[in-house]
């Protein structure tokens, strides 16, 4: 059988491009449109709903020229792909926040789950994981122990911020208006006696929060249940994630709660070394991949 060949027709250059330039370009799909590859581009840099950037910033990150920049940018808020704050900084749109943060959601679940499953092979007690989306922390992966007598969660759960130790680990590191309104999506319910329910107390138990680097939460939305969590940091620093480790109160002792304890925040700062290695990796990638503009 016989090829044939396919004649790609090429604007010529005004100047004389790098080798560089032309090796990828022969990589580049024929109809590839570069003005829409620049704009799903930057809306990859928002990687959570709380990542602000304004025009220099966007223009370090993509290395497009200022006007073609202002220009792409001015098109994605007209569509409401964007929205520019009132500094002039841009951020997520919410008519592409969820379906953005799901797929980084998911990314960072298959990065993590390794991690989960040698925490839960470590003390045979359920391990979970949990993903900030908008203003509501829901799971997104759970390992379950082996053990007759265990605690149990539910992926796709909703966590309440007041008395779930993932929810308390990521909401504590957010800003104050942030966490005001993670707190009046869910409302102060109470689960059991022990449930937090006065504004002034969980605010207090954030500050502790921050300042141990892990949260508890002992029978406060279930009776003889106790978890402990700790926060997952992407590449901006910003508390997106939280790993929790749950287990029955009566296979709980101080010296096994130390355990979890130091074993829980090293899986969660090892988490934390991915999401940001990883990222820095795929946007170098993405710079070396992307075509460039001459």
């Known amino acids: 059988m016989s090829e044939t060949a396919i004649k790609v027709r090429r604007r010529r250059s005004k100047s004389k491009a790098s080798s560089n330039v032309r090796s990828e370009t022969a990589f580049t799909p024929e109809y590839y449109s570069k003005a829409i590859g620049r704009a799903l581009d930057i809306l990859e840099y928002f990687s959570d709903s709380e990542t602000t950037l304004n025009l220099t910033e966007i223009a370090q990150l ?6 073609s920049l202002f220009r792409i940018l001015l098109t994605l808020e007209h569509h409401r792909y964007l929205q520019r704050n009132q500094d002039g900084s841009y951020k997520m749109a919410p008519k592409v ?16 789950h390794p991690l989960l499953v040698n925490l839960n092979q470590r003390f045979d007690e359920t ?4 993903y900030l989306f908008g203003d509501k922390i829901q799971v997104i992966d759970v ?13 796709g759960k909703l966590l309440p ?32 006696e022990k449930t937090i329910v006065d504004r002034l107390a969980l605010l207090d138990e954030y500050e502790k929060i921050k300042k141990n680097g892990w949260s508890m939460e002992r029978e406060e939305s279930a009776v003889g249940i106790c978890c402990f969590g700790a926060p997952v940091f992407n590449e901006k620093r910003h508390a997106v994630a939280a790993i929790s480790v ?11 709660e130390g355990e979890i304890i130091r074993e829980l925040l090293n899986t969660a700062r090892e988490a934390s070394r991915i999401l940001q290695s ?17």
């Open 62 to 67: 993509s290395q497009i020229p200022d006007a």
């Open 246 to 256: 749950m287990c029955p109160l009566i296979r709980i002792t101080p010296e096994r």
């Open 143 to 155: 390992l379950d122990a082996f053990n007759e007598v265990r605690a149990t969660n539910t992926l």
């Open 97 to 112: 926040l969820f379906g953005i943060l799901y797929e980084y959601a998911e990314d960072i679940r298959q990065r993590v």
């Open 127 to 130: 391990v979970s994981l949990a």
């Open 161 to 192: 911020p007041h008395c779930s130790s993932m929810a308390k680990a990521i909401t504590a590191f957010q800003t104050k208006d942030r966490i005001e309104r993670i707190i009046q999506v869910y409302g102060l319910v109470r689960f059991s």
């Open 278 to 294: 990883d990222s820095s990796s795929r946007r170098e990638d993405d710079e070396a991949d992307s075509p460039k503009v001459v």
